[in-house]
């Protein structure tokens, strides 16, 4: 299918399952906004899924990378199901997960699943503000020998994470943005 027919119908489900307006809420980053997006309701049904995992894989196509991974937890349901459906192609990719802090028992890691230093990774996020997630995830991916090539977002809010990512020198995607689900 067609990239901006599977956007368009991304941005369908977003909107059916994800969106809130017309509230008060306060977001990751500690601002608050009056429209939500619940993301995972999104990541985690399997039309939207589906969804997610194409357009990340079709957005990774110019980029040489050995894996994707992302700060838990928004990042989780889309590193998975773009791993699963890159496995059907020439090109599999593995899924990591970064933690929000390192395990407190066994190998006490910071980075969870296949994930090797000197790798080549796209660091996603389900819904990007200022990027603190996204930003948090790749210096704990550098720490580790790692190399991000690309940063993505499903949902960019238009917030100044673009503009974050790329002060710290970080190519950044997002596959829709706050605009494109508030019209």
């Known amino acids: 299918m067609a990239k901006e027919d599977l956007k368009k119908q991304l941005i369908e489900v977003i909107k059916e399952k994800s969106l809130v307006t017309n509230v008060t809420r306060v977001l990751t980053s500690g601002r608050t906004s009056t429209y939500y997006i619940d993301a995972k309701m999104t990541t985690l049904d399997p039309v939207g899924a589906r969804l997610v995992g194409q357009l990340v894989l079709k ?59 000197g790798w080549k990774v796209a660091i996603v996020d389900d819904v990007v503000t200022t990027g603190g997630s996204t930003i948090k995830a790749c210096k704990a991916v550098e720490e580790e020998g790692g190399e991000v090539v690309v940063t993505l977002a499903l949902v960019d809010r238009l917030e100044g994470g673009r503009e974050n990512l790329e002060k710290y020198g970080y190519k950044f995607v997002s596959l829709l943005t706050r605009d494109d689900l508030l019209k």
Do not use: C, N
């Not at 110019?62 to 991974?69: L, R």
């Not at 937890?73 to 593995?94: E, F, H, M, N, Q």
């Open 59 to 117: 957005a990774l196509d110019p980029y040489e990378i050995d894996a994707i991974g992302g700060y838990t937890l928004g990042a989780d349901p889309i590193v998975s199901v773009v791993a699963a459906l890159s496995a059907g192609t020439d090109r599999p990719i593995k899924a990591f997960i970064v933690r929000k802090e390192p395990k407190k028992h066994g190998e006490r890691k910071m980075i969870e699943g296949p994930f090797e230093s």
